[in-house]
């Protein structure tokens, strides 16, 4: 019978994973501080432990390191309140299996637990499976809260152990290269960083640039130049739009990358590649296989890894959040002092389309804060989004008691609304939102589980 050890201080959490679990046919123990859990881990090791980040007597992480001392295959899940990036990264590189998050979820959990069990059998049949987690890590800073982002962190974090090929793929403004960026500072921070944008140059050009060309080559090769994988050395190649190259070279790269080392043009001398290679493309890489304008060998080495950012259209939860890591951002380079945005720009932001995502947010932040008078942004600082909703028509009026038909809200379709929107539009705790609403916290409390609000800051 497979083995789970519950460590969280919260005794209805352990309560209810006790009975949930053993119902579902496992052996269950539980402890509500991290020493008595790892004593019980030193008594008897369990296949999974899961183990909340925020523990009374110790740091969640530092359990997380002993429980692996002890039994360096345990599989651990990690629960947390917190939902950035560098706890996620942080937790994956220290080695923890999964992540998941308050409140928990039990198919989430469900899915964990059976994936770890699964790993746990076939370790058992193969011996040497695992990679030794690497200790140090470094983040940078990427927001992001919901499921698909935090998919990405964790595999920013597993990849991060690793020098395998990554493919990142999203549409432009989506933060690519700041995602490639983390991956190659989470690897080799002390080696290089070279970018090579596939589409800024002609094709002859490109090939040397990347592979190196020696003397007298071709026209205009008046000296030896070393190519961008020579360059690299253990660092980290980054081919951004990968897909505007051309087939002939897509062939040459992928023989660079199958036999890990380039021929310099006009030369005859082997070159070894130890670079990591990160690919990103704003285009759907794979239709284009099929179009026969992309090789598909050449894909599926680069598609080692694949990371899919989505676009900001579909990340609401991020807005609040991005507007203010662009604004403090924003504030230092331009010296302004502005404080957020108003409640219409809010409104009218999340219902704008972001063709050009995260990047059009931030140029058009930045506008807004050199023309602003005031601290607030207001819509007027936005004449871009005025004149698109015009012609677009995709925003409704504003209207605080009526649906998008016109219909009147009930009372408690409009308290949740404007619960919801207290949560989504401040970046307030739950005390402070408490006062912001004039209610005492156990109301609150009930009101976020009646509503079906999820509520990720303490
Ligand atoms: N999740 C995020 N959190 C914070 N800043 C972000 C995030 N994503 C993108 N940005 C910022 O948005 C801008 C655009 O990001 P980036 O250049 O990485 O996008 P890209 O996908 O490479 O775009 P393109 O396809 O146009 O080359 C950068 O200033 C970046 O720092
Ligand atoms: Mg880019």
Not at 205 to 212: A, K, T, V
Not at 223 to 237: I, N
Not at 251 to 269: F, S, T, Y
Not at 305 to 312: E, G, M, W
């Amino acid at each position: 019978m497979a083995s789970i050890l519950v460590i969280d201080d919260d005794s209805s959490i352990c309560e209810s994973l006790d009975l949930y679990l053993s119902e579902e046919g496992y052996r269950v123990r539980t402890a509500m501080t991290g020493t008595d859990g790892l004593n019980l881990f030193v008594e008897e090791s369990a296949d999974v432990v899961i183990l909340d980040l925020r523990l009374p007597d110790v740091d969640g992480f530092s359990v997380l390191e002993d429980l692996q001392e002890e039994d360096e295959n345990v599989k651990v899940i990690m629960i947390t309140a917190y939902h950035d990036m560098e706890t996620t990264i942080t937790a994956m590189k220290l080695g923890a299996f999964d992540y998941i998050h308050k409140p928990i979820n039990v198919d989430e959990l469900d899915i964990a637990v059976r994936k770890a069990l699964k790993t746990v059998e076939m370790e058992k049949k193969i011996d040497g499976f695992l990679m030794e987690p690497s200790r140090s890590f470094k983040t940078g800073d990427i927001i992001g809260s919901g499921p698909r982002m935090r998919e990405i962190f964790k595999t920013i974090g597993v990849v991060s152990q690793s020098r395998a090929t990554v493919l990142i793929q999203g549409e432009s403004g989506t933060g690519k290269e700041l995602i490639a960026k983390v991956i190659h500072n989470n690897t080799s921070l002390n080696e290089p960083y070279i970018a090579v944008n596939c589409s800024a140059i002609v094709e002859t050009l490109l090939e040397s640039e990347l592979f190196g060309h020696e003397k007298g080559s071709f026209t205009g090769a008046i000296a030896r130049k070393q190519g961008k994988f020579e360059l690299a050395r253990h660092g980290t190649v980054f081919l951004d739009e990968i897909s505007e190259m051309s087939l002939n070279l897509q062939a040459k790269l992928l023989r660079v990358l199958q036999e890990r080392e380039v021929e310099r043009v006009g030369g005859k001398d082997k070159v070894s590649v130890n670079a990591r290679v990160i690919a990103a493309t704003n285009k759907d890489l794979h239709s284009l296989v099929k179009q026969g304008s992309f090789r598909d060998d050449l894909f599926y080495r680069l598609n080692i890894v694949s990371i899919t950012i989505p676009p900001l259209r579909e990340r609401p939860e991020d807005m609040a959040p991005l507007i203010d890591h662009l604004l403090t951002k924003n504030n230092i380079e331009l010296h302004k002092r502005i404080g957020g945005v108003s409640e219409e720009v809010m409104d009218m932001f999340l219902n704008y389309d972001w063709p050009g995502n995260i990047r059009e947010l931030e140029n058009l932040l930045i506008r807004a804060a050199v023309v602003s008078q005031g601290q607030i942004l207001g819509k007027n600082d936005f004449p871009e989004l005025l004149k698109d909703k015009a012609e677009t028509k995709s925003l409704k009026p504003a209207d605080e008691g009526r649906d998008e038909d016109g219909r009147f809200l009930t009372l408690d379709e409009v308290e949740e609304r404007h619960i919801k929107r207290v949560v989504r539009e401040t970046n307030l705790n739950k005390g402070e939102i408490c006062q912001v609403l004039g209610i005492a916290r156990p109301t609150f409390e009930r009101k976020l589980e009646k509503y079906g609000i999820t509520f990720e800051r303490d």
